[in-house]
Nanobody, 120 residues
Framework: VQLVESGGGLVQPGGSLRLSCVAVGSIFNLYAMCWYRQAPVQQRELVATITRGGTPTYAHSVKGRFTISRDNPRNTIYLEMNSLKPEDTAVYYC???????????????WGQGTQVTVSS
């Protein structure tokens, strides 16, 4: 099982980006999924979470600017980021609680990360 992120890049302040994360492999059940981010010399922080039923929660710093959504049949979540600021610059990581067909045990998986840089 892997979490594969895409959609990062360089964007000017005030711009937008859309990140995607797809869970691939022998997935039995996919539960809560999250986006984290980590800026240089800072701790990894939780940006947004979405439950299996689609209920989102956000960090205060991104509320009103970022939107998390999910497509359950495609095992995919998205992070729509608007009004981006230089302080949003970080590596963004996807995180998911899921069980595999083989074990049925729920573990937490991480993606490899995608760089988002907000700069003029």
């Amino acid at each position: 099982v892997q979490l594969v992120e895409s959609g990062g890049g360089l964007v000017q302040p005030g711009g937008s980006l859309r990140l995607s994360c797809v869970a691939v492999g022998s997935i039995f059940n996919l539960y809560a999924m999250c986006w984290y981010r980590q800026a240089p010399v800072q701790q990894r922080e939780l940006v947004a979470t979405i439950t299996r039923g689609g209920t989102p929660t956000y960090a205060h710093s991104v509320k009103g600017r970022f939107t998390i959504s999910r497509d359950n049949p495609r095992n995919t979540i998205y992070l729509e980021m608007n009004s981006l600021k230089p302080e949003d610059t970080a590596v963004y990581y996807c995180n998911a609680d899921l069980s595999t067909v083989e074990t049925k045990i729920v573990y937490t998986y991480w993606g490899q990360g995608t760089q988002v840089t907000v700069s003029s």
